[in-house]
T-cell receptor, first 116, second 117 residues
Framework: AQSVAQPEDQVNVAEGNPLTVKCTYS??????LFWYVQYPNRGLQFLLK??????LVKGSYGFEAEFNKSQTSFHLKKPSALVSDSALYFC??????????????FGGGTRLMVKP | DAGITQSPRHKVTETGTPVTLRCHQT?????MYWYRQDPGHGLRLIHY???????DKGEVSDGYSVSRSKTEDFLLTLESATSSQTSVYFC????????????????FGPGTRLTVL
């Protein structure tokens, strides 16, 4: 079984400050990890993913995420938040060893609010 | 939205009526997925398909059926809609490389907002 937890329903940050959106996961095998962003009335847009290799992954719009195997975490970060980053963020996991259908499991989502 | 269209984009229906949602893709991808999005639950997988006439259940498949008679279309049917099926439904595809392993990234359509009264 695979699962994802996003412990914060909402994160508030001031524009220009660094932001972190937290994600922890559970898989029986090796994880593929993803972050998606959803703007109002839109579908999900892919931000970044971790498959293997460097634990720090860089993605779209200046976002990055750090894979930490010992803490089973994949937190999303950005050094300087923009008001336009305000959106709903989803973390997702896929167990690469036990997943014939390439199925993703999503966290409940975290709403990021960046205030001017 | 990754070349995926969904129709209709909005629908209001009454309890007990059948509803079919359509997902259409233009690039011959093998894997297609249907999710529902509800506050606090993120996205939950309903059904997925790994080829024409090849489908399997996801996490929340009760009350839903799917069909895939051709590569480009993946249909989701609510045989008898209930108010608990009021949700936003997203279709996704998972492109694979022509040679080698999968790209491992799902891409999503724009969604269908379904309201069951």
């Amino acid at each position: 079984a695979q699962s994802v937890a996003q412990p914060e329903d909402q994160v508030n940050v001031a524009e220009g400050n660094p932001l972190t959106v937290k994600c922890t996961y559970s898989v029986s095998g090796n994880p593929y990890l993803f972050w998606y962003v959803q703007y109002p009335n839109r579908g999900l847009q892919f931000l970044l993913k971790y498959i293997t290799g460097d634990n720090l992954v860089k993605g779209s719009y200046g976002f990055e995420a750090e894979f930490n195997k010992s803490q089973t975490s994949f937190h999303l970060k950005k050094p300087s938040a923009l008001v336009s980053d305000s959106a709903l963020y989803f973390c997702a996991v896929r167990d690469m060893n036990n997943n014939a259908g390439n199925m993703l499991t999503f966290g409940g989502g975290t709403r990021l609010m960046v205030k001017p | 939205d990754a070349g995926i269209t969904q129709s209709p984009r909005h629908k209001v229906t009454e309890t007990g009526t059948p509803v079919t949602l359509r997902c259409h893709q233009t690039e011959n991808h093998r894997y297609m997925y249907w999710y529902r999005q509800d506050p606090g639950h993120g996205l939950r997988l309903i059904h997925y398909s790994y080829g024409v006439k090849d489908t399997d259940k996801g996490e929340v498949s009760d009350g839903y059926s799917v069909s895939r008679s051709k590569t480009e279309d993946f249909l989701l049917t609510l045989e008898s809609a209930t108010s608990s099926q009021t949700s936003v439904y997203f279709c996704a595809i998972n492109p694979k490389r022509i040679a080698g392993g999968p790209r491992d990234t799902q891409y999503f359509g724009p969604g269908t907002r379904l309201t069951v009264l």
